[in-house]
């Protein structure tokens, strides 16, 4: 069954069972909005889902919260284990590298690497992107 909606920064859609796709809305991702993207990755992560893709291709700027928001993400993804799996922007690249924490992600160039890191392949049944 395929969700979507459009509330707060980001999209969202079941990508397939267990696997949402959150995208965040086109732009920065200021302090506001990674508070915002925070809380609704937040709630995603309370359903123990078994990855996530979250698709920050149109990120255009991050600020140092947004990297801090993607951090205690990541961690609290890692202590669920649950697989995160962001997909960047060369914007979210070069935060994350001037952070130092480029190991600490596995950025991917597109959905569908994301979706091959998570061991699904591409056009696998329930694989949807949100409207």
Do not use: K, Y
């Amino acid at each position: 069954m395929n969700t979507a909606s459009s509330a707060g920064p980001a999209r969202a859609a079941d990508l397939r069972p267990g696997i949402p796709l959150l995208a965040a809305a086109p732009g920065p991702l200021d302090d506001p909005a990674a508070a915002q993207l925070g809380t609704v990755l937040d709630e995603t992560l309370d359903r123990h889902p078994w990855g996530v893709v979250l698709d920050l291709s149109g990120v255009d700027e991050m600020s140092p919260a947004g990297v801090e928001m993607l951090v205690r993400v990541a961690v609290r993804a890692g202590r669920l284990d649950v697989g995160l799996c962001p997909v960047s922007s060369d914007a979210v690249l070069a935060a994350i590298v001037g952070a130092g924490l480029r190991e600490l992600f596995d950025l991917h160039a597109g959905i569908d690497e994301a979706l091959a890191a998570l061991g699904v392949a591409p056009g696998a049944p329930g694989h949807a992107t949100p409207a």
